[in-house]
């Protein structure tokens, strides 16, 4: 009845991993044998493997399966995109909104697939700055339109719980390719993800 959420997990590297919680736990400080840690190396287990899945999907060949000819070419924007990645240095979470356009070149994707690709590059280790390097180079180099952009705004963790501890602050990364790096084709896309169109 209704609906319910399937995970397929590889049972060996999950037991591994599983393991190398135990001992992290252990090391800590912590019993693992508590009631309320019983359970916890095996679900940290699980979440991490969740958070890196994109090591293991191939973004050119998701955005490939939903590829058309069209003769669009106007700007397409797909704005405030939700992503939540894990920061390499620490392996703390970062999240924020990613913002992708392009102009076609007589190519089309299907929109579902550029947040599919943000997710791609997302859920691996990452720096923001090489995040937003990845998600550019890959539809450009797998759509080929005239130019796309990508902008990036997002929180770390490792800035608000440790280090230095600034809860506010906001770190924004861009990259243009191709007509994008016209001046007037940048300001109207920078303009377009900044206004509230509804």
């Known amino acids: 009845m209704g609906y319910k959420r399937f995970e397929e997990y590889n049972l060996k590297v999950t037991d591994e991993i599983k393991g190398s919680y135990n001992t992290i736990l252990n090391e800590l400080g912590e019993d693992p044998g508590r009631e309320g840690l019983q359970k916890t190396p095996e679900r940290a287990a699980k979440a991490m493997q969740y958070l890196t899945q994109g090591y293991h999907q191939d973004a050119a060949r998701i955005l490939k399966s939903a590829m058309f000819k069209e003769g669009y070419n106007d700007m397409v924007v797909v704005k405030d995109i939700e992503l939540y990645s894990l920061c390499e240095h620490h ?63 997002a929180a770390h963790m490792c800035m608000m719980m440790r280090g230095i501890q600034k809860q506010n602050s906001v770190t924004t990364t861009s990259g243009f390719r191709g007509v994008f790096e016209k001046v007037e084709t940048r300001t109207e896309f920078l303009r377009l993800i900044g206004s509230d169109l509804s």
């Open 91 to 153: 392996m703390l979470p970062f999240f924020g909104k990613a913002h992708v356009a392009y102009i076609p070149d007589g190519q089309i994707v299907g929109l579902s697939k550029i947040p599919r690709v943000v997710d791609v590059f997302a859920r691996r280790l990452q720096v923001q700055e090489r995040l937003t390097h990845d998600i550019l180079e890959c539809i450009n180099n797998t759509l080929k339109p005239q130019g796309v952009a990508v902008v990036i705004e």
